[in-house]
């Protein structure tokens, strides 16, 4: 255990040339398309509010302004990052967030920004609540997949009074560097972000967990603004092995000791928040502005200058692969990490918060027709879990869940490993997923 | 009607000795088929000790069936099972000693099988009451006894075939897997020296993994034969209901 | 599979090299035999072709490196047969299967024409490629003489280069380790197989010697006589028919170490291995439950507190 985790993977990292490049803005372009939901956690469970769902706020036709919320009532409201004219409602599918509805936004091109009421203050007394509700209208997520908004996992992190906030920047997944590039540009952003979610969670202890591959440059400017804020930040090189990033993993390698199943980071003092939504964040309580963009890694082997871009929320995953430029025609294109993001079929999807990364990939491995297990053990090396992920592959295979769940299917944390690994091209990870879903609760 | 009941017998011999073969369908008396029959010799003597074993439990069953209460059924059926193969077996000492010194203890070890074989037959359907509606017709007051023993008789040749059905299918298993042991085991047939066989001499059948091997192939060859007589007769009927509603 | 076919042919030049082209011979046929029975099978029964995974053809080297240089050339056919359709196809195919093809056609051939299989020829006799061998000089193996109690005729040298009376693929200990270590490396075979087994019948040979002279002498024939070392690397650690934690691996291969050592004390054939293995072949689905069971008991899994 003083290791932090058994198993894992050394990836091959791909971040050059996309992690030498600067972040460059990419303009919206002509129509945007914006999901409805992109976070996990509606509606709101407990009941402390009134559970409502999400809906949207404007009509095809109405008029919007950049920055202007056109949705409410769940808890990570959609705000349109251009300005233009809302066309039309419509219910479609996306790979990450799955069906719903998608307002559709013809950009004018003007960019007009939405005058609201100044939500500023003066920063030194803004106090919890108020940090809350303020990240909450600005709807700050920013993750590597669909998971809670910021406000709430930072509501959490204050009820169970975490005693340290970790910034994960540790990116061990190939091709993406957003953590690190946003950290390098708006070092003093990022501090102040963390000063805010300090003091809104209680969290006395800052830690700064980057990968061992890290640009000294950028670990060292952002520990000296973090200085210059006020807070001592620890730094903590983890190795690249992959998935160190994963929440329950780095509590593991940093505190040194496991995390009993069922409690989370938060439970034993450690709360993670990420770069990008630090920089959202103090976007959100300095300026008031809303998340309208977001910092993605555009690489992979068949684009031409891989690099990082910030790309207006809602804008089509083509228009972002054009802007790079593609050098082979892409076997496949993928949302998010190519370990646990998801495969896009139909390149006209929009990006979404949850999506960190767009990667076209020319070379696929040699693939077997027919997948077999022969036995060979070496996802249960790789494991991080200490799972036996063959077995639980072949029970799934017979949808016996009883049986899975004596193997501890619940602490499987799908971060791909074995199916990476395996000869055989089992398709492990979607087996895990089927079985999981198949045994819950028909809602 | 004689006709009739010839084809109803033949269907009943047929269905013991093929379509509910006890060894090659059902899997029941596998142990002394797969153990002694390293020569066609024995493996003809426990067919015809295990047939007459079999009548001898029928006709019994037949008998005693309905009279005995049901607890009682299985330990004495089964001690007349034991019963039965005593004198078959001092019978077998007597006129062939050196085979029955071949098979050893099972022979007697058959009475066990043909009780598996007699307690997994449905049981004998009950003779008609003596008091019935139509006994109290004038005239079918001396019919119902009649009746009663008609059916007795038909309950006897019934018990009397599936035991020649079950006997014959048992002697057909034990026949074919004895016949090709010994033909490729040890290059003879009833002690005949095959004269193409006799190089080959492939010890690994007379071992019981070997039998196992073999008793494996003939099932499957069975199944293969049943499942395409099932293809065809389904087929047939398809092609018979089509053709009705054209 | 590609990488155990290339550490196999090291072993292929050795065994040539002190048999001559005959054991290039019976090699051959015992690849084409088990690959055209793949094919064959696959083709009757429409089933998609698995030839190319070259497990067919491991099969096939792993069978002909376990008989006698004088076996004749019909005999790796029929064990192909027996290995590729009924214990490996018949069962399901690769990586459904439950014993190991090769070695149950070893088992098959032996207890078949136990003749044929315990008559070892002496290295760097002659004999003919494809005629079946009438008249040749046979060694008393060093395990019959252990068996008798009596001293191998074999030196300790001549045992660890391989030049003794045995298997086609019983050559140098040193070629073999090599190739052990190559797997090794390129993660393909496990270190706690072979480390179990061999360290097992070493220690019942430390303890109960049979040499007569002395329990170092023991423990090094007994090691590095029969087919142990062949079967300890490269059969006993084929992934489809071994257990896939490390304990289950340290387990199956102390049972099997164990196993060996009864059957060549108190069996009646002289070599245990191959028996061995394959009676714990069944086995190996419990041995990953035990150690599955110890693991969640021990607390050792990530998410559970020591």
Same mark, same amino acid.
């Given at each position: &255990?003083?290791?932090? =985790? ?49 809906? =949207? ?20 409201? #959609? ?46 007394? %803004? ?79 800052? #830690? ?10 950028? #670990? ?28 329950? %993993? %780095? ?19 450690? +709360? =993670? ?26 690489? +992979? ?12 929320? +809602?804008?089509? #995953?083509?228009?972002? %692969? ?16 190519? &370990? ?60 016996? =869940? ?42 | ?44 003597? *426990? ?71 007699? /307690? ?43 035991? /020649? ?18 033909? *490729? ?49 389904? /087929? ?11 | ?306």
């Amino acid at each position: &255990m003083f290791n932090g =985790f058994s198993g894992g993977l050394w990836l091959d990292m791909h971040k050059k040339p996309a992690v030498e490049r600067p972040v460059e803005p990419l303009p919206a372009p002509a129509r945007l398309y914006l999901p409805l939901r992109q976070a996990l956690g509606d509606p709101l469970p407990g009941g402390a509010q009134p559970a409502r769902t999400p809906e =949207f706020t404007v009509q095809p036709g109405s008029r919007v302004r950049m920055g202007e919320p056109i949705s409410a009532g769940g808890v990570c409201d #959609v705000h349109s990052p251009v300005s233009g004219r809302v066309t039309q409602i419509i219910v479609a599918d996306h790979p990450v967030c799955g069906t719903g509805p998608v307002a559709v936004i013809e950009n004018n091109g003007k960019d007009l920004p939405y005058e609201k009421p100044a939500a500023r203050g003066n920063l030194k007394k %803004l106090a919890g609540p108020e940090i809350f509700a303020r990240l909450r209208a600005a709807a700050v997520l920013s993750a590597e997949e669909m998971t809670e908004p910021l406000w709430m996992r930072a509501q959490r992190m204050a009820e169970r009074q975490i005693g340290t906030l970790v910034i994960n920047a540790v990116e061990t997944e190939p091709y993406i560097c957003t953590g690190e590039k946003l950290m390098g540009e708006n070092p003093e952003a990022v501090a102040k972000g963390l000063v805010l979610l300090l003091r809104a969670t209680g969290a006395k202890k800052a #830690v700064l967990a980057v990968s061992d591959d890290c640009d000294h440059g950028t #670990v060292r400017d952002m520990v000296e603004s973090a200085h210059l804020e006020g807070v001592e930040l620890k730094l903590s090189r983890i190795r690249q092995k992959y998935p160190s990033g994963y929440d329950r %993993l %780095l509590y593991c390698l940093l505190a040194g000791r496991p995390l009993p199943a069922g409690r989370e980071p938060e439970d034993a003092g450690y +709360g =993670f928040v990420g770069p990008e939504e630090l920089y959202e964040a103090c976007r959100a309580l300095t300026e008031g502005k809303p998340q309208i963009s977001r910092v993605v890694t555009v690489a +992979g082997d068949a684009v031409e200058s891989p690099q990082n871009l910030e790309v207006r929320i +809602g804008t089509p #995953v083509r228009y972002i %692969l054009e802007a790079c430029g593609l050098s082979h025609d892409p076997e496949r294109v993928v949302a998010g990490s190519i &370990m646990r993001g998801a495969a896009i079929a139909d390149t006209a999807v929009p990006l979404v918060k949850p999506v960190s990364a767009v990667l076209a990939l020319a070379s696929k491995k040699k693939g077997a027709v027919h997948p077999l297990c022969i036995n060979c053990g070496k996802c249960v090396r790789v494991c991080p879990q200490r799972l036996l992920p063959n077995y639980i592959a072949m029970l799934a295979v017979k949808a016996d =869940f009883g049986a899975c769940s004596r193997l501890h299917i619940e602490e499987c944390i799908e971060c791909g490993s074995c199916a990476y690994i395996c000869p055989g091209r089992m398709p492990l990870v979607e087996l895990i997923k089927n079985i999981k879903k198949a045994a819950q609760p028909a809602d | 009607m004689w006709r009739n009941r010839a084809a109803r017998c033949g269907r009943t011999l047929w269905r013991e000795c093929a379509s509910r073969n006890p060894v090659l369908v059902r899997a029941l008396a596998v142990s002394p088929v797969l153990a002694v029959t390293v020569s066609l010799k024995n493996g003809v003597l *426990i067919s015809i000790v295990m047939l007459l074993e079999l009548v001898i439990l029928f006709l019994l069953r037949a008998l005693f069936y309905r009279r005995l209460p049901e607890v009682l059924r299985g330990p004495v059926f089964f001690a007349a099972a034991g019963a039965a193969i005593t004198p078959l077996w001092m019978a077998a000492r007597y006129f062939v000693p050196d085979v029955t010194a071949a098979v050893g203890f099972y022979l007697p070890l058959l009475a066990a099988c043909a009780f598996a074989f007699v /307690a997994t037959v449905p049981a004998p359907a009950p003779l008609p009451v003596q008091s019935s509606p139509e006994a109290e017709e004038p005239g079918a007051q001396a019919t119902a006894p009649a009746v009663r023993k008609a059916a007795g008789v038909r309950r006897i040749v019934h018990a009397l075939l599936e035991a /020649a059905g079950s006997g014959l299918g048992f002697a057909f298993a034990a026949v074919a897997v004895s016949g090709i042991r010994e033909a *490729i085991g040890s290059g003879t047939l009833y002690d005949r020296v095959l004269p193409g066989l006799e190089k080959l001499k492939f010890a690994f059948l007379l071992l019981p993994p070997g039998a196992f091997l073999l008793l494996g192939f003939l099932l499957a060859a069975v199944q293969a034969v049943h499942l395409r007589r099932k293809r065809r007769t389904r /087929a047939g009927e398809e092609e018979e209901t089509s053709g009705n509603d054209g | 599979m590609g990488d155990l076919l290339i550490t196999m042919v090291p072993i292929l030049l050795l065994s040539c090299y002190y048999y001559g082209a005959r054991a290039f011979v019976l090699t051959a046929v015992s690849v084409v035999s088990c690959v055209g029975f793949e094919a064959l099978y696959r083709k009757m029964l429409r089933l998609p072709r698995s030839v190319g995974d070259l497990s067919a053809m491991a099969t096939g080297v792993i069978l002909a490196f376990n008989l006698p240089a004088t076996a004749p050339v019909w005999f790796p056919v029929v064990g192909a047969f027996f290995a590729v359709v009924i214990v490996k196809q018949l069962f399901g195919g690769l990586g459904r299967n439950i014993f190991n093809p090769a070695l149950a056609a070893v088992v098959f051939l032996t207890v078949s024409w136990p003749g044929v299989m315990s008559s070892f020829p002496l290295p760097f006799n002659p004999l003919p490629a494809f005629a079946t061998p009438v008249h040749f000089e046979t060694g008393r193996t060093a395990l019959s003489a252990l068996r008798a109690g009596s001293m191998p005729d074999n030196t300790l040298l001549e045992m660890f280069l391989g030049s003794r009376p045995g298997y086609l693929g019983a050559c140098a200990v040193i070629v073999m380790l090599a190739a052990a270590l190559y797997l090794l490396y390129r993660r393909i075979i496990s270190w706690a197989i072979p480390a179990a087994f061999v360290g097992t019948v070493a220690a019942a040979a430390a303890i109960f010697p049979r040499c007569p002279s002395g329990r170092l002498d023991s423990v090094l024939f007994e090691v590095m006589s029969g087919s142990l070392l062949f079967i300890a690397l490269f059969v006993a650690t084929d992934p489809v028919t071994s257990p896939v934690t490390t304990v289950g691996r340290l387990l199956y291969g102390f049972c099997c170490g164990l196993l060996t050592v009864l059957l060549r004390y108190f069996g009646i054939y002289p070599e245990g291995a191959c028996f061995a293995v394959l009676l714990m072949n069944p086995f190996v689905l419990a041995m990953d439950r035990l150690a599955w069971k110890l693991k969640v008991k021990g607390g050792t899994l990530q998410y559970v507190e020591e």
